[in-house]
Nanobody, 127 residues
Framework: VQLQASGGGLVQAGGSLRLSCASSEGTFSSYHMGWFRQGQGKEREFVAAITWHGDSQYYAESVKGRFTISRDNAKNTVYLQMNSLKTRDTAVYYC?????????????????????WGQGTQVTVSS
């Protein structure tokens, strides 16, 4: 699965951005999807995830109430709406796809829970 993330950029603290991740695969709806981020010198960390049919969403505590993950399977695209951005949200954001394993809900927040990764898009939040 090829994933293409876009929508990153420079924004002031308190602002908003919407990231998109498009897949060229017609089987996009077969995958659970996730967003991770990696700040400079830091490990990649979980941000949000959504099940293949979109009925369940999961969030890291640090973004809960500010970020919203959604998907449009007809457009083969997953989104991450980011509001009330903080300087600590600065990172490269990656989208990822997970095969529909029955135990995925046990590790949706881990890098190992995903099988395919996009190239990342930079988000910089200035104070």
């Amino acid at each position: 699965v090829q994933l293409q993330a876009s929508g990153g950029g420079l924004v002031q603290a308190g602002g908003s951005l919407r990231l998109s991740c498009a897949s060229s695969e017609g089987t996009f709806s077969s995958y659970h999807m996730g967003w991770f981020r990696q700040g400079q010198g830091k490990e990649r960390e979980f941000v949000a995830a959504i099940t293949w049919h979109g009925d369940s969403q999961y969030y890291a505590e640090s973004v809960k109430g500010r970020f919203t993950i959604s998907r449009d399977n007809a457009k083969n695209t997953v989104y991450l709406q980011m509001n009330s951005l903080k300087t600590r949200d600065t990172a490269v954001y990656y989208c990822a796809a997970a095969l529909r394993r029955s135990d995925w809900r046990g590790y949706y927040y881990e890098v190992r829970g995903y099988d395919f990764w996009g190239q990342g898009t930079q988000v910089t939040v200035s104070s």
